[in-house]
């Protein structure tokens, strides 16, 4: 148990240490982002505009969160598309590293069952 939590503390100490933000390490490659597009509505408070009467004005954002904040990026029509499939990128990556984690479990859990068959000292 000591041997377990000591691994955690030095997992924790050498991601701190890394101290450069993951904005900056990863530049390169294509686009990748995470999050949702949202439409975000709003009247803009002119009383001479059309949305005082009209339908409210519409701006597609990136919503996402950060450290359980919620956060916006409001994108360009061009934008979307793009966004479209970085966000895309993002599920097939996560969606791999899901398979593979639990791959690499059942890979435990074999080897596990393999040993104990082996040799029945656990
Ligand atoms: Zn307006």
């Known amino acids: 148990m000591i041997e377990y939590l000591l691994a955690i503390a030095l997992t924790d100490t050498r991601r701190k240490g890394e101290g450069v933000p993951a904005t900056k ?13 949202v ?10 505009c059309r949305c005082v009467e009209g339908d409210p004005h519409e701006t597609p954002a990136l919503s996402y969160s950060v450290e359980g904040k ?6 360009s029509a061009v934008e ?16 791999e590293l899901e398979a ?10 074999s080897r596990r069952q393999r040993s104990e068959a082996g040799s029945r000292r656990r």
């Not at 390169?28 to 982002?33: D, F, I, K, N, R």
């Not at 439409?39 to 001479?48: A, D, H």
């Not at 919620?70 to 994108?75: E, F, G, V």
């Open 100 to 109: 593979r984690a639990l791959a690499g479990i059942e890979t435990l859990r």
């Open 70 to 75: 919620t956060k916006m990026l409001t994108l």
């Open 39 to 48: 439409t975000l509505r709003r009247r803009c408070g002119k009383q001479s």
């Open 25 to 37: 390490k990863v530049a390169h490659g294509p686009l990748v982002v995470r999050g949702s597009i």
């Open 80 to 95: 979307i598309e793009e966004v479209k499939e970085a966000l895309g990128r993002y599920e097939a990556a996560r969606g």
